[in-house]
T-cell receptor, first 115, second 117 residues
Framework: IAGITQAPTSQILAAGRRMTLRCTQD?????MYWYRQDLGLGLRLIHY???????GKGEVPDGYSVSRANTDDFPLTLASAVPSQTSVYFC??????????????FGPGTRLTVL | GDSVTQMEGPVTLSEEAFLTINCTYT??????LFWYVQYPGEGLQLLLK?????DKGSNKGFEATYRKETTSFHLEKGSVQVSDSAVYFC????????????????FGKGTKLSVKP
């Protein structure tokens, strides 16, 4: 059982380019999340999805989009990357019951550098 | 809105020392509380959790008690090891957090722990 996989592991990207970070889970969790981790700021939620076919905005959604076509996959797209999007991106998943989250399970992260 | 405040790091201890990392929270409802650990170069892993007041979460020698009266969830370990060196995050999940995902985790900024032999 792999849990959550993310790809790529790391990427250097020119400003203005489009980039999709991939996230796949095999735990059949209904909820998935994207966070970014920045030094001194902890983890901040970008977008979330409580079930396939639905998505929502988190704390820092600007410049990012997501889709949830099926239970397993939750890609994050940067339409036109800017240097302030340099960060480590973590995907997570959990069982969501409508009464708050159970334990969230995290992927290994993608380190993105935008030049 | 909901928030988590944890002690600033970094924290440097000698092996076998006692560890406390303070965490306090503000929440609209009755949140679940978590401690996550991030080892160098890895993602976050759940360390322990508590879902209601007075619950004690424990794992790998770490403990934290959900204190509603002081809105705290301090992490403790009686004798740390070099292998405990990591960044520790306190987090909450508030089902009444109508401002965002009701499944969202709200994280503190993290506390880096370094344990010296």
């Amino acid at each position: 059982i792999a849990g959550i996989t993310q790809a790529p592991t790391s990427q250097i990207l020119a400003a203005g380019r489009r980039m999709t970070l991939r996230c796949t889970q095999d735990m059949r969790h209904n909820a998935m999340y994207w966070y970014r981790q920045d030094l001194g700021l902890g983890l901040r939620l970008i977008h979330y999805s409580n079930t396939a076919g639905t998505t929502g905005k988190g704390e820092v959604p600007d410049g990012y989009s997501v889709s949830r076509a099926n239970t397993d996959d939750f890609p994050l797209t940067l339409a036109s990357a800017v240097p302030s999007q340099t960060s480590v991106y973590f995907c997570a998943s959990s069982v969501y019951s409508g009464r708050g989250t159970d334990t969230q399970y995290f992927g290994p992260g993608t380190r993105l550098t935008v030049l | 809105g909901d928030s988590v405040t944890q002690m600033e790091g970094p924290v440097t201890l000698s092996e076998e020392a006692f560890l406390t990392i303070n965490c306090t929270y503000t929440a609209t409802g009755y949140p679940s509380l978590f401690w996550y650990v991030q080892y160098p170069g890895e993602g976050l892993q759940l360390l322990l959790k508590a879902t209601k007041a007075d619950d004690k979460g424990s794992n790998k020698g770490f403990e934290a008690t959900y204190r509603k009266e002081t809105t705290s969830f301090h992490l403790e370990k009686g004798s740390v090891q070099v292998s405990d060196s990591a960044v520790y995050f306190c987090a909450l999940s508030d089902p009444l957090n109508y401002g965002g995902s009701q499944g969202n985790l709200i994280f503190g900024k993290g506390t880096k722990l370094s344990v010296k032999p």
